[in-house]
């Protein structure tokens, strides 16, 4: 096989996970045209078509299927091998693709970025940071960060991160004004500051317990937004309540800018985990910067080293 096939093998895998030319010639950081062009010399090669190109979308031919389920286990260990190659010279290249939300890029990710990137100075790195639930294969990322309680299914999961708690809290003047609730059911008689998942549109039910027993409440108020930062700055304006990580809300909780409220019905704290396709050989890449977030949790000091 040559160089040039090999190039036109992974961009013929590129563009069916894609679907688009496009966003594949994106990836790749090239033009649309030259991505065709390789395909077009690709299929010309085989003597077969391997995509069904239309003006909306491109999909693949019976010939470009099968072409693809026997190409894609095998280009995955070459990628592995390279990796695990280049660490005989103690170095570790490429992207690492990663998809997170708001919270866990400003909370966690963040801090650890320059004490990551110093120790691993052939790494580049690609963060996709939206509170949508990304399929992480279909875009062709390494791996992504969430809740367990959103993880995809057939994943590798591992906990890097303490287990984080929510709140509720609003200003001290707020409450003053309406009253402190003392029961989640009373939250419908305030104005709170709620989130829009912008995948699917819908509202986030602030979650609670009672006696073990989770149960959510639907509430109303004067904004919504799909980022929790811009429901953070309204409630220290005294315009509502707001349900955050708790570590979000720890600087106001501590100079009084805010007050926490309904703590005896919180949920118990959820740790983020880190998730990734199984792989029958990790990357390097992903292995280094799961080994990171494992020492960080260790030693909250890692990030300023």
């Not at 069916?16 to 299929?43: D, N, V, W, Y």
């Not at 693949?60 to 190409?71: D, K, N």
């Not at 570790?92 to 919270?103: I, N």
């Not at 004067?222 to 600087?251: E, I, K, S």
Request: aromatic share 8%.
């Amino acid at each position: 096989m040559t160089q040039n096939s090999l190039h036109a093998l992974q961009a013929f895998r590129l563009i069916a996970r894609h679907g688009s030319f496009t966003r594949a010639a994106a990836q790749q950081e090239i033009t649309p045209s030259a991505l065709s062009q390789t395909l077009r010399q690709l299929e010309a090669q085989l003597g077969v078509r391997l995509l069904n190109r239309t003006t909306r979308k491109v999909g693949l031919t019976e010939a470009g299927q099968a072409l693809l389920a026997r190409i894609t286990p095998l280009l995955e260990q070459l990628d592995s091998a390279l990796d695990d190659t280049r660490q005989w010279q103690g170095q570790v290249s490429g992207t690492l693709k990663l998809t997170l939300p708001h919270t866990a890029a400003s909370l966690l990710l963040y801090p650890l970025l320059p004490g990551f990137m110093r120790a691993h100075p052939q790494l580049r790195l690609e963060l996709d940071v939206n509170n949508q639930l990304v399929d992480i294969v279909e875009r062709g990322l390494d791996a992504g960060l969430r809740f367990g309680e959103s993880l995809q299914q057939d994943m590798q999961a591992v906990a890097v991160s303490a287990p984080l708690r929510f709140c509720v809290a609003a200003s001290a003047g707020y409450l003053q004004a309406r009253g402190t609730p003392e029961h989640p059911s009373q939250l419908r008689q305030h104005d709170c500051l709620r989130y829009r998942f912008a995948s699917s549109g819908q509202i986030y039910r602030w979650q609670f317990v009672d006696a073990g027993r989770p149960f959510e409440v639907s509430v109303q108020g004067p904004l919504t937004a799909n980022d929790t930062a811009a429901a953070l700055h309204v409630a220290l304006g005294g315009l509502g309540l707001v349900y955050l990580p708790q570590a979000m809300a720890a600087p106001h909780l501590a100079d009084g800018s805010l007050v926490s409220v309904l703590e005896a019905w919180m949920p118990p704290a959820e740790a983020f985990y880190l998730y990734y396709p199984h792989h029958l050989h990790q990357p390097a890449k992903l292995r280094v910067f799961i080994d990171y977030l494992r020492q960080a949790m260790a030693s909250p000091t890692t990030a300023a080293h």
